[in-house]
Nanobody, 120 residues
């Protein structure tokens, strides 16, 4: 079994910063891409950013130049540094990982989500 556990969400004022972390654990053989999605109230879930095992990154246009995704392969952890936060960034943020577990096919795993609220 593979688990993803997020941390770092909370309440922040517009223009502020937050750093999200997500650690993967369990019977992991290899982790390919890792990423962050978000879902705001009344809206569809959307990709925020993702990163390959080699470090190539991809961002949603709405967060480019404000958010930075990174990962520590030795710790099976992905981070999302969020800066210049806007009220429209308010959402539940979900960590994702494409994992090949021991003796299993590669599958996508999701964390439980962490709330980010941007408000004055």
């Amino acid at each position: 079994q593979v688990q993803l556990v997020e941390s770092g969400g909370g309440l922040v004022q517009p223009g502020g910063s937050l750093r999200l972390s997500c650690a993967a654990s369990g019977s992991i053989f290899r982790i390919n891409a890792m990423g962050w999605h978000r879902q705001a109230p009344g809206k569809q879930r959307e990709l925020v950013a993702d990163i390959t095992s080699g470090g190539s990154t991809n961002y949603a246009d709405s967060v480019k130049d404000r958010f930075t995704i990174s990962r520590d392969n030795a710790k099976n952890t992905v981070y999302l540094q969020m800066s210049s936060l806007k009220p429209e960034d308010t959402a539940v943020y979900y960590c994702t990982a494409e994992v090949r577990a021991w003796l299993k096919a590669t599958s996508d795993y999701w964390g439980q989500g962490t709330q980010v609220t941007v408000s004055s």
